[in-house]
């Protein structure tokens, strides 16, 4: 059981470059979600899903897009890439109901993105 | 709109002593959840403990202890007998409860700890 993986863990773009963060997920969770941190700050929500084929926007949209196929992939898209969004990614998943009544997140170790 | 306060950017305690972290929140939803995260300097978020809006009791989880006021909508952390693995970025949070059709999370700044040994 791993947990939630992210792939890659360390990226440097250059502005106007694309790049699709990986997430995965093995604990058959119906939720998954974006999170950005900018240094210093919480985490703000980029994206969600809860469930497959089903997203929406979270705070900060803008300049990112999702798909969800499988129950177990979440990938965030960058098109364009911005210094805006030189930021940590975390992805997360939960269960909707847990058996212990606790709707935790289950976190990523997080991708470091810098656009220069 | 829903918003969570932490208003201690970062905090200084002796090791062994205790510690309380404030958060403050405020939403219009009658049901909720509160989280507190631990982020280390290696930068994973690590889940420390949880309290729903309905529950009368305040949650424990070990040295852990959420201190929830829900007249004030506070839910200040509070670590007993704090170590030096202690000393990290934590982060409180709140959520919609899912029964109500909402899920989404929303954190607070953070409160960066420091213990003394």
């Known amino acids: 059981n791993a947990g939630v993986t992210q792939t890659p863990k360390f990226r440097i773009l250059k502005i106007g470059q694309s790049m699709t963060l990986q997430c995965t997920q093995d604990?058959?969770?119906?939720?998954m979600y974006w999170y950005r941190q900018d240094p210093g700050m919480g985490l703000k929500l980029i994206y969600y899903?809860?469930?497959?084929?089903?997203?929406d926007k979270g705070e900060v949209p803008n300049g990112y897009n999702v798909s969800r196929s499988t129950t177990e992939d979440f990938p965030l898209r960058l098109e364009l890439a911005a210094p805006s969004q030189t930021s940590v990614y975390f992805c997360a998943s939960s269960y909707s109901f847990s058996r212990a009544g606790v709707y935790e997140q289950y976190f990523g170790p997080g991708t470091r993105l810098t656009v220069t | 709109a829903q918003k969570i306060t932490q208003t201690q950017p970062g905090m200084f305690v002796q090791e062994k002593e205790a510690v309380t972290l404030d958060c403050t929140y405020d939403t219009s939803d009658q049901s909720y959840g509160l989280f507190w995260y631990k982020q280390p300097s290696s930068g994973e978020m690590i889940f420390l403990i949880y309290q729903g809006s309905y529950d009368e009791q305040n949650a424990t989880e070990g040295r852990y202890s959420l201190n929830f006021q829900k007249a004030r909508k506070s839910a200040n952390l509070v670590i007993s007998a704090s170590q030096l693995g202690d000393s990290a970025m934590y982060f409180c949070a709140m959520r919609e409860a899912p029964n109500t059709g909402g899920f989404k999370t929303i954190f607070g700044a953070g409160t960066r700890l420091f213990v003394k040994a």
């Open positions: 604990m058959n969770h119906n939720y």
């Open positions: 899903s809860v469930g497959a084929g089903i997203t």
